[in-house]
């Protein structure tokens, strides 16, 4: 058993996505996939109270992965060390990714399974509810040239804008787009034409300097559109073949300074980042550098914070600072960053019943809700959290409008 617990916990600290873990098995290892809402769950009062007050049309998941190995000729890629089992930490994290995602593995059955599953998902909220897709470019060198082996994933634009365009009920869609690539701003203008709703980066895994100033030219050009950039910031454990310290929340001063509407994933939930606005190396949890920049009123208007994995175990310490700071709460968007929740031992329910940040008569169903359908159990679970009588207000869940384009 503990060798089992040690290797899992290996796999995760590599999570390319996962942005490290606090692994706990008391909620079992793999999730179950199963598929329809059996109606006592579907009308269950947590679950109906969960939609209470909120308009579906507003309500966008504002932060979910794509993945899959390319076999619908997509393009979607994933670095093959990810697959060689005597690398247990790539191999056991796919192994999560994929049965979070509930996919169908067999050869050719990938891709499509992928945005299957996801769709199904989707069908089981209300109408109008969407989520955000993020594509994932390369890692690149610093003439802006793709560095396959030293990236995790590649997810084209092209195949993401494609996913939203044949699925418009459900799907917007982020691009992704690295600032040192010579067509950067060729792409983005490409990708606002169809229909980008943002920018994603990852800077410690796609080697993104975001206090750099060859980012200039594109931060002008994000501003002059007003095309949101949703940077990962804070620790990413997996992905960090770059350095932690381009997730420094405080290095994206410099797009928040040009003008562009930042989003700060995670609020910045992991590790410590060296507070640059002292002499000496004094490092501080990165989500007290990411309220250092939220409680500056320059960045009032264009700086705000998705709260995507909070609850995962080795980043809830933040969930009662967010429900408490109600004067923070406009500048907030609900995100779940799918597949994760669907990676069992990622949140551990009773630990957040432990706080008294969840009712015990919550734990049952969310457990349930879970294995079925992921989104929502993300939803549920996010609008259950209160800290003494206080959750997070409608308008941290109804995140369309931010990312409304102008006309
Ligand atoms: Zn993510």
Redesign the pocket.
């Known amino acids: 058993m503990m060798k089992r617990r040690l290797f899992l916990g290996a796999g995760c600290a590599a999570g390319a ?1 996962a942005s490290g873990c606090d692994f706990s098995l008391r909620d079992g290892v793999f999730n179950a996939c199963r598929a329809d809402l059996p109606t006592d769950l579907r009308d269950h009062p947590l679950v109906t109270s969960a939609w209470r007050g909120l308009n579906p049309e507003k309500v966008w998941d504002t ?1 979910c ?1 794509v993945f899959g190995d390319g076999d619908s000729g997509s393009g979607l890629w994933y670095n093959p060390r990810l697959e060689q089992i005597w690398r247990p930490r790539g191999y056991v994290q796919r192994e999560f990714y994929v049965n979070a995602s509930c996919v169908d593995e067999t050869p050719g059955n990938v891709d499509k399974s992928f945005v299957e599953r996801l769709l199904g998902k989707c069908l089981g909220m209300p109408p109008g509810f969407h989520v955000l897709l993020f594509a994932f470019d390369w890692a690149r060198d610093d003439a802006g040239a793709p560095m396959p082996e030293r990236s995790t994933f590649h997810v084209p634009d092209t195949y993401v804008a494609k996913l939203a365009k044949n699925h418009p009920a459900h799907f917007e869609w982020a691009a992704s787009i690295h600032p040192y690539d010579p067509k950067a701003l060729d792409r983005l203008d490409a990708a606002v034409e169809k229909g980008a709703r943002a920018v994603k980066w990852l800077p410690s895994a796609q080697n993104i300097d975001p206090a750099d100033a060859r980012c200039d030219r594109f931060y002008a050009r994000l501003a002059a559109l007003q095309l949101p950039l949703i940077a990962h910031a804070g620790d990413e454990r997996a992905v960090h073949d770059f350095g932690e310290h381009l997730g420094n929340p405080l290095r994206l001063r410099r797009p928040l300074d040009a003008g562009v509407k930042v989003v700060v ?1 995670h609020c910045a939930s992991l590790g410590e980042g060296q507070d640059t606005d002292r002499a000496g190396k004094v490092m501080l949890p990165n989500f007290e550098l990411f309220a250092r920049l939220l409680e500056d009123p320059n960045y009032r208007k264009n700086l705000v914070g998705d709260i ?1 994995a909070i609850t995962q175990g080795n980043r809830m310490n933040v969930v009662p600072i967010l429900l408490e700071r109600s004067d923070w709460h406009a500048r907030l968007l609900n995100a779940s ?1 799918y597949p994760l929740p669907g990676v069992v031992p990622l949140i551990y329910l009773k630990s957040l019943f432990d706080q008294k940040l969840l009712d015990p008569e919550a734990l049952e169903p969310l457990r349930r809700l879970r294995e079925i359908n992921v989104l929502l159990f993300d939803l549920v679970l996010k609008r259950s959290l209160s800290l003494n009588g206080r959750g997070f207000p409608a308008a941290v869940f109804e995140t369309a409008p931010f990312f409304k384009r102008p006309t």
């Open positions: 996505l932060h992965h994933a995507a960053d």
